[in-house]
C-alpha cells in the first residue's frame, strides 16, 4: 500500500466540535463583536505550568479506505508481507505501546502503520467495548533537532502515528531520543493508548539498548503493486470494469492491458494507488485512457518528442515556456512573453515575418489548444508540470533566467499580474517534484530581487509554505526558513512572517512561534516586525492556540528579557486590533493568580525596555479607553495598572499617564483611568497641583 496519502484523495472536512458546556469550574466570556469572535471561551486553560502538547491531525478517510477494504499483504513472488503484523505484535506484545517502523522509502511503512492501528482499534472495541481515535502527530518540535518527548500527547484511548523519517537524520542524540520515546511509550500502557513511530532505514539506533531494538518492526518487503492497484481499481474506487486494463497476461486477442506496461516488480505502492485514481477517473474511451496513461506517465514521451523537434529552435521552445505560465491568455501575448524570455524586440524584417509555420499552427504542435486567440495547456492536465520540470532539469543554466523573466511577467503592469496563485501552484510543485532544498533555494533568492510588491512577496511565501510541508523536502525547507527569520534583509524576514500566518502556522505552531521571535527581535520595528505581530496575533485568535501562544510569549518577555517578547506582549493585549487576547486573558486572571501575575510581570518588563517605550504608552491609553467601555473587568485592569505604576513610577510612559505631556490633550478615559489610580500620597498631591496648574493655564 502507499507509504504517503492515496494520491488525489481529498480528506473530509473537519466535523464540527462539540458545544462547550461550561462546568462548575469554568467561566463564560462574550468575546463578540470583532473579527475573531469566539462565543465562549474555556479560559481556563490558559495556565502558566503545563506545556503545549504537540498538534494532532485526523487520519485521512481515504487512507482508512485503503487498508479496510483494500489491504494487500502479498508481494510479486507471493510472499506474505509481515509489516503491519510485526507493527502488531510489537504494541500488544506485553512491553511498551512502541512499534517503530523502520524501512527504505516505497515499502508502504506509513499505511503499515495505519493497518495496524486500525486493527488494535478493532481488537480494542471488541474487548474494551470503546475503539480508539486514530489520530496523526505532526512533529512540531521547537528545536528540530533535539526532540522534546515530553510535549506528544497522551489522551486516553488514542492511536498515534508519528512520521519522521525526514528528521530522524539530523537528530542530534538519537539514542536518548529513543528511550525517551521507549518511555513514554510505556506510560501510555496507563491510558490504553499507542503509538506507531515511521523511521527511515538506518535512523533509529537499534544498537542504544535492547528495549530500542526490541520495538522495531522493520519493512523488509513491499506489497505487490500490481495487486494493489487492482485491489484500489475494484474496492476504493468501485471499478472492477476497469481492472483488465491492469492485465499482464494476454486476452483471448493476444493482447494484455493497456496499463500494464506502467507497473514492474520493482513500483512502489503509493505509484499503484496514483494509477488506480488515475484509471478510476478516465474516460472510458480510447483517447481517454490514452490520455490517463500520459498523464500518470507525466507526458514523458510527449515532452521529450516536444524538445526534440525543437532542438534548433529556440523560439518555439520559448513560445511553449510562456504558453504554461500564461495560460490562458492570447496568443499575441504568449508571443510577446517568449520574445521577452529571449531578451529580442518583435521583428522588423517582413521577410521574415511572412516566413514559417503560422503562431497557432506552432503553438499547437507543441501541444497546446489554441481556441479563438485564446491559448491553454489545461486539456492535458499535467502537461505544464512536465515540461517545467524537464526544462528545470535538463537545462540547469536557464534558472536565473526564467526567475527574472517571471518576475518580469508578474509584475504589477506585467501579463502575468493575474496569475499569480498559478504560476505559484507551479513553483510549487517544481520544487517538491524535484525534492532539492537548491531549487526552492532559488526561489527564495528571488525575494530580495528588487520587486517587493506585496505580491511577489506572498506569491514567495506560498511557495515555502507548501514546500516547508512537503513530506521529505519539508524538514530542510523548515530549518531555511529559521535562517532567513535571523537575516538582515526587511523582504527576507516579512516572507518569512507571511509563511507564519497561513497553513504552517497550522501545522507547525510551535516553529511558527519560534520563527516569529527571532523576526521580532530586529532592531528597528520594519514592515517585517509589523507583519510578525500580525502572523501572531493570528496565531492566538485560532482555535486552542491561545494557551500555546501565551506561554511562550510570556516567556518570552519576563525570563529571556527578549525585546520580541516585549513586543509581542504589547501586540497580542492591544485592544484596538483585536480585544479577543486582552478578554480571554483579563477573564483568565480573574480566576487564576497565577495569570495576574504573569500580566503584572509582562508590563513591568516591557516598561523596563526604553526601545518599546512608544508601544507601552498606547497600549496605556488602549486600556484606558477599553476600560471605559466596560467591555473588560474594570477594577481588575485598575488594580494591575495600579501594580505596574508602582514599578515603574519614573518611566517615561508612566509619568506620562500620571501627569500628561506637554502639548498633548488626553482625552476623558485616561483622565477617567488616571483619577482612580491610587498612587502614594505624595505623587497624589502633585499629580493634583500639576492638573490644577494645567486647567487655570
Known amino acids: 500500500m502507499s507509504e504517503g496519502t492515496v494520491p488525489g484523495a481529498v480528506p473530509p472536512p473537519p466535523s464540527p466540535p462539540p458545544p462547550v458546556v461550561p462546568s462548575a469550574t469554568e467561566f463564560r466570556v462574550d468575546v463578540g463583536n470583532n473579527q475573531n469572535s469566539k462565543i465562549i471561551v474555556a479560559a481556563g486553560s490558559v495556565t502558566m505550568t503545563s506545556k503545549p502538547q504537540l498538534p494532532v491531525t485526523d487520519i485521512p478517510q481515504a487512507e482508512f479506505d485503503a487498508v479496510r477494504l483494500a489491504w494487500v499483504d502479498l508481494s510479486v513472488r507471493d510472499e506474505r508481507v509481515r509489516t503491519a503484523a510485526k507493527v502488531i505484535e510489537r504494541l500488544t506484545g506485553g512491553g511498551s505501546r512502541l512499534a517503530v517502523v523502520a524501512g527504505p522509502p516505497g515499502y508502504g511503512k506509513r499505511t503499515a502503520g495505519i493497518k495496524a492501528l486500525w486493527e488494535v482499534s478493532r481488537a480494542e472495541e471488541n474487548s474494551q467495548g470503546r475503539a480508539l481515535k486514530l489520530q496523526v502527530i505532526v512533529p512540531d ?10 510535549v506528544l500527547p497522551d489522551e486516553p484511548g488514542t492511536g498515534y502515528l508519528l512520521d519522521v523519517a525526514a528528521e530522524i537524520g539530523s537528530w542530534q542524540n538519537p539514542g536518548y531520543v529513543a528511550e525517551q520515546l521507549v518511555s513514554h511509550a510505556e506510560g501510555l500502557r496507563f491510558s490504553g493508548s ?25 519493512a523488509t518487503a513491499r ?75 507525466e507526458w514523458l514521451s510527449d ?5 526534440a523537434k525543437t532542438e534548433a529552435n529556440p523560439d518555439d521552445r520559448a513560445l511553449l515556456v510562456s504558453a504554461l505560465f500564461l495560460d490562458g491568455k492570447d496568443a499575441l501575448t504568449v508571443q510577446d512573453g517568449a520574445r521577452t524570455l529571449l531578451g ?85 510543485e517544481l520544487a517538491v517534484a524535484e525534492n532539492d532544498i537548491r ?183 488602549a486600556w484606558a479607553e477599553v476600560r471605559k467601555t466596560k467591555d473588560v473587568p474594570t477594577e481588575l485592569v485598575t488594580e494591575i495598572l495600579n501594580q505596574v505604576v508602582v514599578e515603574h513610577l519614573y518611566s517615561t510612559p508612566i509619568s506620562a499617564l500620571i501627569f500628561g505631556e506637554p502639548g498633548v490633550a488626553n482625552d476623558e478615559a485616561v483622565i477617567e483611568l488616571r483619577r482612580d489610580l491610587r498612587l502614594p500620597a505624595a505623587l497624589s498631591s502633585v499629580r493634583f497641583a500639576h492638573e490644577r496648574a494645567s486647567a487655570e493655564s
Open 141 to 150: 518540535w521547537e528545536r528540530p533537532g533535539f526532540p522534546d518527548i515530553s
Open 194 to 218: 499507542f503509538l506507531v513511530v515511521i523511521a527511515d532505514e538506518h535512523g533509529w539506533p537499534e544498537a542504544a539498548s535492547g528495549t530500542v531494538a526490541n520495538v522495531v518492526a522493520r
Open 223 to 297: 506489497p505487490s503493486a500490481r495487486r494493489v492497484a487492482k485491489s484500489h481499481l475494484e474496492y476504493v474506487h468501485r471499478r472492477p470494469d476497469r481492472i483488465h486494463w491492469l492485465d499482464t497476461a494476454p486476452s483471448e486477442a493476444g493482447l494484455v492491458g493497456e496499463a500494464a506496461h506502467l507497473l514492474a516488480d520493482s513500483s512502489r505502492p503509493e505509484d499503484a494507488a496514483r494509477l488506480a485514481t488515475t484509471l478510476a477517473s478516465a474516460e472510458d474511451s480510447p483517447e481517454g485512457l490514452k490520455r490517463a496513461l500520459s498523464a500518470f506517465q
Open 303 to 307: 515532452v521529450q518528442d516536444v524538445f
Open 344 to 428: 529580442e524586440s518583435p521583428e522588423t524584417n517582413v521577410r521574415t515575418i511572412l516566413t514559417g509555420p503560422d503562431l497557432t499552427t506552432r503553438l499547437t504542435t507543441m501541444g497546446a489548444e489554441v481556441k479563438g486567440r485564446t491559448v491553454s495547456l489545461d486539456h492535458k492536465s499535467g502537461y505544464a508540470r512536465a515540461i517545467l520540470l524537464h526544462l528545470w532539469q535538463q537545462r540547469a543554466d536557464i534558472h536565473p533566467h526564467l526567475l527574472r523573466w517571471l518576475d518580469t511577467i508578474t509584475s504589477p503592469k506585467g501579463p502575468g499580474a493575474d496569475r499569480l496563485a498559478v504560476i505559484g501552484d507551479l513553483l510549487v
Open 439 to 621: 531549487v526552492v533555494k532559488q526561489v527564495h533568492a528571488w525575494i530580495d530581487n528588487g520587486d517587493n510588491s506585496p505580491g511577489h512577496r506572498e506569491l514567495i511565501a506560498r511557495v515555502l509554505t507548501v514546500a516547508a510541508e512537503a513530506d521529505t523536502l519539508g524538514a530542510e525547507v523548515r530549518a531555511l526558513l529559521l535562517d532567513s527569520a535571523q537575516e538582515t534583509s526587511e523582504a527576507v524576514a516579512t516572507v518569512v512572517a507571511l509563511v507564519c500566518q497561513g497553513d504552517f502556522a497550522e501545522h507547525y505552531p510551535r516553529q511558527a512561534l519560534v520563527r516569529l521571535r527571532h523576526i521580532l527581535d530586529r532592531a528597528e520595528p520594519d514592515e517585517a516586525v509589523r507583519t510578525a505581530q500580525e502572523a501572531l496575533r493570528n496565531i492566538a485568535a485560532r482555535e486552542g492556540q491561545l494557551p500555546r501562544v501565551w506561554s511562550t510569549v510570556i516567556k518570552w518577555a519576563t525570563q529571556k528579557k527578549h525585546l520580541a517578547g516585549h513586543r509581542a506582549f504589547l501586540s497580542l493585549l492591544d485592544p484596538h486590533v483585536d480585544p479577543y487576547v486582552l478578554k480571554v486573558m483579563l477573564a483568565a486572571a480573574e480566576q487564576k493568580q497565577d495569570v495576574r501575575e504573569a500580566l503584572v510581570e509582562g508590563w513591568n518588563a516591557a516598561l523596563a525596555d526604553t526601545r518599546v517605550e512608544a508601544d507601552c504608552r498606547r497600549l496605556l491609553t
